[in-house]
């Protein structure tokens, strides 16, 4: 029994240090954004997809751990995992707090990043609005080469 709380407190350095991971990372890709990097945004997108999968197993591990303890796989039945090993490993709870600490910051960020993904894809939507707008009211000029302006019986210039 002790030996699986070990190896449960193992896991959960594990899953906290790939929390930091994960943090760093967002904090990578709020810099990219900031500064436009298109090309180092798409590799650091799979390297965050990546991370949340490996993230996604740890949980699952962890949950399967909790329930094999008999508890269920929430926060209530970590509190009640924490409070029976407390006394063999008082660290356990540290480690879970720094843990839910780095989820919430990890969070926290993928928001934040979110928010500056919409904000730039709104800029880029209205700019190409602007061009589209643009080119659709381009002068059109009629088989002897004279501006028809406002009148659409010619060809629209580039055209064929």
Do not use: C
């Not at 904090?27 to 997809?49: F, I, M, N, Y």
């Amino acid at each position: 029994m002790v030996g699986e709380a070990s190896e449960f407190i193992a896991n959960l350095l594990v899953e906290s240090r790939t929390f930091d991971e994960f943090v760093e990372l967002l904090k990578t890709e709020q810099e990219t954004l900031q500064s436009g990097d298109v090309d180092r945004l798409v590799s650091l997108a799979q390297l965050k997809t990546d991370k949340v999968i490996t993230l996604a197993k740890l949980e699952d591990q962890r949950n399967r751990k909790l329930t094999a303890a008999g508890v269920k796989p929430d926060q209530r039945g970590m509190d009640t995992w924490l409070k029976q090993y407390s006394a063999d490993f008082p660290e356990a709870g540290k480690v879970w707090a720094e843990l839910l600490s780095k989820a919430r910051q990890a969070q926290e960020l993928n928001k934040a990043n979110g928010i500056m993904i919409e904000q730039k894809l709104r800029h880029n939507q209205q700019a190409l609005a602007i061009l589209q707008a643009a080119a659709n009211h381009a002068s059109t000029y009629g088989p002897d080469g004279q501006t028809l302006a406002g009148k659409r019986s010619g060809r629209p210039l580039g055209k064929v």
